[in-house]
């Protein structure tokens, strides 16, 4: 579909506190008069589901992931940004989950933006232009 193609997927394997880490960073177009949806969904993640979100990251190994809203003059857009040692094997556990938390978070985010995460978005890679990270030793 449309919001498929228009998907963009970065995929960037670093070394990180010397672990190997994949970076994932996409942009999903969120239907028009969805954005309010899209607020109250994440809100849901934040509370009365943020035990359900931590428990299907740790089983998939995701150890860190955020999401944003940016609106933009052709619509607003849901970005993510994904951290994992093995993001390809994460992404495939959670569109192949049948657990009734991922359901539901895939289900939200298909109403939202009509994105079937039980079919990952295929799509180029996005191009890293740059990056920074403070030496914290």
């Known amino acids: ?5 228009r998907c963009n997927l970065s995929l960037r394997v670093e070394m990180i506190r010397r ?31 943020k035990s359900d979100y931590a428990a299907s990251e740790q089983r998939i190994n995701i ?7 940016q609106p933009t003059p052709q619509g607003d857009l849901l ?9 390809a094997n994460a992404l495939r556990e959670f569109s192949q989950s049948q657990d009734e938390f991922d359901q ?5 985010v298909a ?3 009509s994105v079937d995460l039980n079919y990952p978005p295929p799509g180029p890679l ?3 232009l740059s990056s920074y990270e403070a ?3």
């Open 126 to 128: 996005s191009e890293q």
């Open 135 to 137: 030496n914290l030793a």
């Open 111 to 113: 109403e939202v933006t």
């Open 19 to 49: 672990v190997a880490v994949d970076q994932v960073c996409f942009a999903l177009p969120v239907l028009e008069g969805k954005t309010e949806d899209a607020r109250a969904f994440f809100r849901e993640l934040e509370t009365q589901r």
């Open 1 to 5: 579909t449309q919001a498929l193609n």
């Open 79 to 87: 970005l993510a940004y994904i951290e994992s040692p093995d993001f």
């Open 104 to 108: 539901w978070f895939k289900q939200r």
């Open 63 to 69: 150890t860190k992931e955020s999401w944003y809203v």
